[in-house]
Nanobody, 121 residues
């Protein structure tokens, strides 16, 4: 069993910045991709950003130029630096890890429980 843990959420003023972190309780045998999603209660989960084991990154159009995703698939860590935050971006931000937990395990996506980001004055 593995636990994906996010941290760094909190209250930030509109236009402010926040940095989120993600890690795994157990080192994976192999990770393909790590990604960040966000969800507002009552709405569908929304992709925010991701990176893969080649170092390639991908972003939702709405966050390009303001958010930066980084991390290390070998260490199973990820960071999301968010800038120029808007009130509508208040949500629970979750991290996921797409990979193989052990050499014999199949590839799966593992999710964290999320960390709450509130953008308000």
């Amino acid at each position: 069993q593995v636990e994906i843990m996010e941290s760094g959420g909190g209250l930030v003023q509109p236009g402010g910045s926040l940095k989120l972190s993600c890690s795994a309780s157990t080192l994976f045998f192999g990770v393909q991709t790590m990604a960040w999603y966000r969800q507002v209660p009552g709405q569908e989960r929304e992709f925010v950003a991701s990176f893969n084991h080649f170092g390639e990154t991908d972003y939702a159009d709405s966050v390009k130029g303001r958010f930066t995703v980084s991390g290390d698939t070998l260490k199973n860590t990820a960071t999301l630096e968010m800038g120029s935050l808007k009130p509508k971006e208040t949500a629970s931000y979750s991290c996921n890890v797409d990979g193989r937990l052990t050499e014999s395990a199949g590839r799966k996506t593992y999710w964290g429980k999320g960390t709450l980001v509130t953008v308000a004055s």
